[in-house]
C-alpha cells in the first residue's frame, strides 16, 4: 500500500518562507511525474508545480519566481521551497505522484499567510 505523507505547512508572516516535503512509501516504483496542487476555500484544487523524472519543472504563473520544486528520486520525496509568500498563497497544500501502476494523493498540508 502506498502512502505519501506531507510535512512542512504552518502559519507564516507576508513574505515569509516555508518548505514543504512529501515522501511517499510502500510499493511504489518508477515514479515519473511529481507535484503540488492546492486548494483554498470555495475554490478549485488548482496545479502549483510538477517536476519529471529527468528534472524538467512547470510552475504556474501566479508563483513563477517565487516557489520551487525540487524531487530526490532515492527517497522518492518531493519538495516544494516558497518564498515570498501572500496572503492569497494561502490553502491546503497536497502532493501528487504518478507512478507506473497508478496516481496516488497526500492527505494535505495546510499553509497559512497573515499577519
Known amino acids: 500500500q502506498v502512502q505519501l505523507v506531507e510535512s512542512g505547512g504552518g502559519l507564516v508572516q507576508p513574505g515569509g518562507s516555508l518548505r514543504l516535503s512529501c515522501a511517499a512509501s510502500g510499493s511504489i516504483f518508477s515514479i515519473d511525474l511529481m507535484g503540488w496542487y492546492r486548494q483554498a476555500p470555495g475554490k478549485q484544487r488548482e496545479l502549483v508545480a510538477d517536476?519529471?523524472?529527468?528534472?524538467?519543472?512547470y510552475y504556474a504563473e501566479i508563483v513563477k519566481g517565487r516557489f520551487t520544486i525540487s524531487r530526490d528520486n532515492a527517497k522518492n520525496t518531493v519538495y516544494l521551497q516558497m518564498n515570498s509568500l501572500k496572503p492569497e498563497d494561502t490553502a491546503v497544500y497536497y502532493c501528487?505522484?504518478?507512478?507506473?501502476?497508478?496516481?496516488?494523493w497526500g492527505q494535505g498540508t495546510q499553509v497559512t499567510v497573515s499577519a
Open positions: 501528487r505522484m504518478l507512478a507506473t501502476l497508478g496516481g496516488y
Open positions: 517536476i519529471s523524472s529527468g528534472g524538467s519543472a
